[in-house]
């Protein structure tokens, strides 16, 4: 009975082996297949990144302009900035009340749009036209054409092997697990592929602008409280008024301790007192 068990065990070992065998000998030849009559032809895939950076007379302006500029190109501004840096400041005496605030200060501008691919260079003549001059222009091409062909052909080969995984699919087997996982790197291939066409019909840019320092007059109220302080004479009046106030209350304070001083002076009388009395002694012995 055992030798029967045995020989059963061993049969179904065979066989398991034999089918997986068979499997993997199917999808290998259907891959070499595929990959032989495989449309291997290249799509151009030309990914262009642009940078500008230049002077302009206001920033402010410059920076509608170029909004309203990739907007008529079919464009999307994607971030912009403006800030403007300090460089020196004063402050210069009016009045009392008021001075005269001087602000010198630089202004820059920053944006990052994407935009046609085929209106690139007819977009950035167009930003040449706004400019005082250029400091720096660069253009960066990225051919993704074999990434992009890679990833078609890695995914048909994905499809196959899913399709073979599902025909010959049993509960025993990981077969599961296996296609799934195949069509997650299907999945992120195809992502990959949808990346690479947005990013060839809309190219980045980035321009960054500036203009030249700035004064700016503003008058402010004063806050340097010295200022404010009355003339010579005037103060030299209020100072006598001052002391002879201080004078007084000197005055009122005392007045106000005179139950002090006659104490002092009856305990001053009462040592005088005391010191004649005991001085006869004192001689005596």
């Given at each position: 009975m055992k030798k029967y068990l045995i020989y059963c065990i061993f049969t179904i070992a065979a066989f398991g082996c034999n089918s997986s065998e068979k499997?993997?000998?199917e999808s290998a030849d259907l891959t070499e297949a595929n990959l032989e009559t495989a449309d291997t032809t290249l799509t151009e895939k030309i990914i262009k990144t642009a940078d500008m950076r230049f002077r302009v007379k206001d920033v402010q302006h410059t920076k509608e302009q170029l909004s309203s500029a990739i907007r008529s190109e079919g464009g999307t501004v994607t971030e912009f900035s403006i800030r403007s840096d300090i460089q020196n400041t004063e402050k210069v005496r009016q009045s009392t009340d008021s001075l005269l605030e001087?602000?010198?200060?630089?202004?820059?501008?920053?944006?990052?749009?994407?935009?046609?691919?085929?209106?690139?260079?007819?977009?950035?003549n167009k930003i040449a036209k706004l400019a005082v001059f250029i400091d720096q222009q660069s253009l960066k091409l990225d051919d993704q054409s074999i990434a992009y062909l890679a990833n078609q052909l890695k995914?048909?080969?994905?499809?196959?092997?899913?399709?073979?995984?599902?025909?010959?699919?049993n509960k025993k087997s990981n077969n599961v697990e296996t296609s799934l996982s195949l069509k997650d790197d299907y999945?992120?291939?195809?992502?990959?592929?949808?990346?690479i066409d947005s990013k060839v019909k809309y190219?980045?840019?980035?321009?960054?602008?500036?203009?030249?320092?700035?004064?700016?007059?503003m008058t402010v109220e004063n806050d340097n409280l010295?200022?404010?302080?009355?003339?010579?004479?005037?103060?030299?009046?209020?100072?006598?008024?001052?002391g002879w106030v201080i004078?007084?209350?000197?005055?009122?304070?005392?007045t106000n301790l005179w139950v002090l001083f006659v104490l002092g002076?009856?305990?001053?009388?009462?040592f005088k007192y005391y010191r004649r009395k005991l001085q006869p002694v004192a001689i005596k012995s």
């Open positions: 499997i993997g000998r001087l602000t010198s200060y630089r202004t820059e501008g920053y944006i990052t749009a994407k935009v046609p691919s085929d209106k690139l260079d007819e977009f950035t995914n048909q080969n994905r499809v196959e092997a899913v399709a073979q995984l599902n025909k010959h699919a999945v992120d291939k195809k992502i990959e592929n949808l990346i190219s980045n840019i980035t321009l960054n602008f500036y203009q030249d320092n700035t004064v700016k007059q010295s200022d404010f302080r009355p003339g010579f004479f005037k103060r030299f009046w209020l100072s006598i008024q001052t004078f007084t209350e000197i005055i009122l304070t005392l002076i009856i305990g001053y009388f009462i």
